[in-house]
């Protein structure tokens, strides 16, 4: 694994001049584009809630789909090292945010990762994992609010061993 300084470039453009720019709050729209060299473009806009369209990502989605994700690409390669098979791996991830005339801000996102492995691995090791993926996930050791992971493992085909 390489350390060091890693550096990641995006490119945001607002698509939602309505011809007048932002002349008042509810003249203009909140959809951007986020780039980047070699990927597909994403659609943003903001949240419902503040006049964004629901179609589109907004960054509170894009937040909590960060923090599941590393989580997740940790808890593998963790996994692998370990010699525990993972099969399928499913996150229903879901973020809090307070929002205030002064300022919003997150107050927790809960990760639900679903987790099932091969039969026959150690499930206790398997279950032991998901805290030390937590704590080298580099989203959630970013942040100032709790990330909290809430995992099951099963066995493939069902059942205990």
Same mark, same amino acid.
């Given at each position: 694994? %390489? !350390?060091?300084e890693h550096k990641y470039r995006v490119s945001v453009q607002w698509t939602g001049n309505r011809g007048t720019g932002t002349s008042g709050y509810r003249e203009y729209? *909140?959809?951007h584009v986020i780039r980047a060299v070699n990927k597909p473009d994403i659609p943003g806009s903001s949240d419902p809630a503040f *006049?964004?369209?629901a179609a589109r990502w907004n960054p509170e989605d894009l937040l909590v789909a960060s923090a599941s994700a590393c989580h997740e690409l940790w808890y593998l390669h963790l996994c692998s090292d370990a010699g525990i098979r993972v099969v399928e791996y499913h996150d229903e991830a879901e973020g809090t945010m307070l929002?205030? %005339? +002064?300022?919003g801000r997150f107050t927790e996102i809960v990760l639900h990762p679903r987790v099932v492995i091969r039969r026959g691995d150690d499930r206790a090791l %398997?279950? +032991?994992? !998901? !805290?030390?993926? !937590?704590?080298?996930?580099y989203v959630a050791n970013s942040v100032n609010f709790p990330i909290r992971c809430e995992p099951t493992v099963d066995f493939e085909g069902g059942g205990d061993d």
């Open positions: 694994m %390489a !350390h060091g729209g *909140r959809d *006049r964004g369209d929002d205030s %005339a +002064e300022q %398997a279950l +032991e994992l !998901h !805290h030390k993926a !937590h704590s080298q996930c």
